[in-house]
């Protein structure tokens, strides 16, 4: 079942894990410099959830099929690693670094993702542009969002900007309903064809999460079963938000407060 809130109650506890999940990226970002690890990341935000937002952060332990449980309380993806990055107190950040955090919390029962780049230190011209463009794709794929506009008018908007500043889609992991669930139906994929897909209808929620590569689309898993990486070990940038369709657009419930949409 595609994930549809149709009463305030449940939207109103949406909105506060959405508002919940931003407020450990805004934290984080001082955090974020030369000599730290992932792990070190992993254990402020984990603390940070828990302790002071009384959260549950929803990756721990998390498993989705046969594989092992995800062992981390967020994902921290460095450079040509696309998503799924596990922390790791071997992983040390240097100057030039660009890295994807990815948060999700559940609060009431309802779950907030959203992810945002960071960097070290200077990032490359590349790494630069490559950020922006994808959160660029990102804003994309929100503005064409609105009550009966269809999934794949969002995939169409953001592989068009992609390609237009040739870089290239991931196509084997996509955005996804969310609400009491953490992977819900509908899978929004990141590439597409506008005027296909299902019909959006007020009260959905659903993320956005495009991960656009710098070199080709391709990607394998490393043998920890968790890390997605570029096949050619070229960069990768991700942006998330948590979504709630509108008559008249989208509310971007994992907005932070540098954001601001029409
Ligand atoms: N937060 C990721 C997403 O956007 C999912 C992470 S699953 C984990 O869907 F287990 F790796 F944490
Ligand atoms: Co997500
Ligand atoms: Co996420």
Do not use: Q, Y
């Given at each position: 079942m595609v994930a549809r809130l149709t009463n305030e109650d449940e939207i109103g506890k949406m909105r506060n894990a959405g508002a919940l999940a931003a407020s450990v990226l805004e934290m984080i970002g001082e955090h974020v410099e030369v000599g730290v690890t992932t792990d070190k990341l992993n254990e402020v935000c984990h603390r940070f959830i828990v302790n002071e937002l009384d959260c549950i952060p929803a990756p721990l332990n998390y498993s989705n099929g046969p594989g092992p449980a995800f062992p981390k309380s967020i994902c921290t993806s460095?450079?040509?690693?696309?998503?799924?990055?596990?922390?790791?107190?071997?992983?040390t950040?240097?100057?030039?670094?660009?890295?994807?955090?990815?948060?999700t919390v559940i609060k009431d029962g309802f779950h907030g993702d959203t992810s945002k780049m960071f960097c070290v230190g200077k990032p490359s011209v590349l790494a630069q542009r490559l950020i922006r463009v994808t959160q660029e794709c990102l804003y994309k794929g929100i503005e064409v969002v609105r009550a009966g506009a269809r999934l794949g008018d969002i995939g169409h908007a953001i592989q068009q900007h992609?390609?237009?500043?040739?870089?290239?889609?991931?196509?084997?992991?996509?955005?996804h309903g969310i609400g009491r669930q953490f992977h819900d139906e509908p899978q929004v994929l990141h590439y597409g064809r506008a005027n296909t897909g299902i019909t959006l209808e007020e009260g959905m929620t659903f993320t956005i999460e495009p991960m656009i590569n710098a070199g080709k689309r391709f990607v394998k898993i490393l043998p920890d079963q968790w890390t997605?990486?570029?096949?050619d070990h070229k960069l990768s940038a991700q942006w998330e938000h948590t979504l709630l369709v509108t008559a008249t657009g989208a509310e971007v419930l994992t907005r932070r407060s540098e954001e601001s949409f029409a």
């Open positions: 460095v450079n040509h690693v696309v998503c799924h990055g596990i922390p790791s107190d071997r992983k950040l240097k100057s030039g670094d660009c890295l994807n955090i990815d948060v992609a390609e237009a500043n040739r870089f290239s889609v991931v196509r084997e992991f996509c955005g997605v990486v570029t096949k």
